[in-house]
């Protein structure tokens, strides 16, 4: 039995800030040009909001363009990393997922936080999965709000210098994104590969946590290390997770890659290309330099803007590929049934 | 459908050190203990979940789990076998909602070994009076049961969304390093009670089973309060639910599987009896679950 999405709802902040204007904000303004290195021009930033509330903007866009409604919902799974729910505030209990499932009324779900960096959402995807395959529920929410706008502030009033650990954090954009999955009645359409693996040996290479020196969160990432790393090990798990669904590269259609930096991708498909010894067909799709990294929800950002832009179609091969600190490594591949008709019809309601 | 059954635990029970443990150490030394008690290597283990509240230095990323799956040896290079490690974050109900996912994630196929730790630590210097849990670790190791009558029967869990504000936890990021802060209000044991009543009644429900054939209750060791006003709570007999309340504190996200593992041990339970789990926290969420020894 196949899983498939069945609804989506992303939710954008309208306000979208330059990493010129964010370097200016900056008590020491680092040398280097961080919109060169990155190719992040912008990215948008609640103010505000917090997480919960992307999140649950999200929700109710995906329920918005769903055939189900909220009491139907079985689990809501919320992966948000940064849970900033509350001015100086980090959520650990109750789970977010119960604020959410309050919020848009789904009385009877099964709710709780799945957490996993920036593979979240994918992990998020696999346990609703289990869960929906092995019969628990019918139908579920995997959400994530990304409120990473407190530990970017930080990251302005603490970098020193050009080869400051927090400068990462500079890149973090907010969004919120939420999918509705259920089982898929054609064998054809849905998730068939997901894929997670979790290198724990290199859990040092990015953290995230209260400054030592101030207020606020920090998000500390040895950037270079991270991506060496990555880059030496995903391209085989790229392959094999397109050999158990029986793909080569040339039937997929969008690769959707986690959206650190335009670098960082254009640095991952280059291993890529040295593994399989082969170009990329024009499939990898970028959007860092609008909306920056944003975290666990970016693949779904991205897929937003496929479908709205029209350029996503019914029965497109997806190969979503994600990186997140840890190092987990996370590939799913999937193909769309009629959602990219059904969400450009329902953004045109909207409107 | 395959079942899935605990195939063994294990626990770091609070207790005075002279340097005090994090939660990584309690839930690596838990985690020792039930790999060693198992007759799975370390290798074997796919899937690893942590379900720890309060962690060290209040980090948020990476997932805590994948310190603790570097600290236990499992799968650690990106070679040869693999595991994924994710945190799942329920409050006191996580070892059940992680107990929940695994079962379907062997029943699906998705995994056939997998492992859920625990461990609440505050790391704070100077600890906030609210939180009152001390430090402990407890894992479980999950497999397909040999037995068909052998495992883990139906869960069930009951959130009341509309009195979250009863028990909340978090950082307050406006300290340097961060300072954990938990509230409690009043009326709190209360909803616990009635999330617990509704829980269990649906477990027994789905599994149709009469409480008659239910041999013994553990619940979560909240306090000597919780404990003794359950029994009437779920109609069951005083005698059929354990109350360690009196040596254990409670210790949140792992109190459950340290009852559990008290109760195995102390020979409370033996091989085909069935139990019921029974777990609370914050949401205000209850879990149950029946488990046949």
Redesign the interface.
Known sequence: MKVKIESLGVCLPEKAMTTEDLLSCCRRRPRLDLERITGIRERRVAEGKYAVDLAVAAARRALAMSRYRPEELGAIICTS?????RP????????TA??I??AIGA?R?????????CA?MI?GI??L???I????VATGMVVSGEHNL?VVWTATREVRHSLDRQLAALTLGDAGAALILDHSEDERVGFHVLD??????H?HY????????????M?LTKARGLQIKGN??FP??LKQALDRTGWTLDDVNHLIPHQVSVRAIRKGVQAVEAYLGRELPGIVRCRAERFGNTTSTSHFVVLHELLRTGEAKAGDNLLLVGG??????AHATLTLDDLPERYRAGLDGGR | ?RRCRIESLGVSLPRRRLRRWGSVRHAVEAGRRCLAASHYRPGDVEV?VNTG??RD???????M???I??RLG?????QGR??????????G??ML?AA??L???V????ASVGMIVASDANSDRQPDPGYTYPASGAAALLDISPRADVGFGG?A?E?L??R?DL????????????RV??RRRAGLEEAFLEAATSAVAAVLERERTLRKDVDFVVPAQISPSFVGRLPAAISFPRHKVLDLTETMADTLSTSLFLALHQALRGGLVEPGKVVLLVAC?????AGAALYRV
């Open positions: 990393i940064s849970k900033h729910n100086d505030e980090f959520d650990l209990e109750p789970a119960v604020r499932a309050g009385s779900a099964l709710a709780f936080d799945v957490v996993n960096a979240g992990t696999w346990v999965e289990g869960l395959r092995a019969g628990v407190p997670l693996v979790t290198g724990a040996k859990d990015c953290t995230s946590r209260p400054s030592a020196r101030g207020p606020g969160g998000l030496q090990h085989a798990y997140a600190s840890g190092i987990v490594i | 459908m690893l509240v309060y230095r209040h980090t948020c990323e990476p997932a789990a994948c310190y799956q570097h499992i799968n650690v290079e990106f693999r595991t994924a490690s994710f945190d799942l974050l329920d409050g109900v996580g909602s929940q996912v079962a379907a994630l029943a699906s196929g998705a869960f869990f959130t969304s509309d979250a028990y909340t936890g978090g950082v307050s990021l406006a300290h340097r390093r961060g802060m938990l926290g914050s949401g205000i969420t």
